[in-house]
């Protein structure tokens, strides 16, 4: 204890940057969290407090559920296309396979440079999945 007899006063241990919010994550992070689990963690931020008053995370928080529905639609699309590409021996087949690869594999570099361009507080604009996702931010 000091020589006065008073104990030292109690503040906070560490300071928060500018970018943190109220509920304590900051602006960056929430961003990219809204891209983690696609249209899920979209809704999420769009319904939390804290966060769905901040333009920049419903943004991407837009963008991760428009583009996880383009995501879906296009697999139901290609699972159509490489229905009717079975019917053509071994060449179809091939072919099926190398259109879901490219899609799943289109899919996944897409979803990372999202997360990572958010985290990094970039806008990336998607080319049609981004300006709907600004109008309704």
Known sequence: MPAGGAAPAAGPAYSSGPQAQAGGMQDNLAAALCYLVGVITGILFLVLEPYNRN?????HAFQSIFFWIAAMVSW???????VILHLIPIIGSIISLLLWLGLSVGVLVVWLMLMYKAYNNEKWLLPVIGPLAEKQA
Do not use: K
Request: glycine letters at 8%; hydrophobic letters at 65%.
């Open 76 to 82: 139901v699309v290609l699972l159509i296309v490489g």
């Open 55 to 59: 333009r920049n995370i419903r943004f």
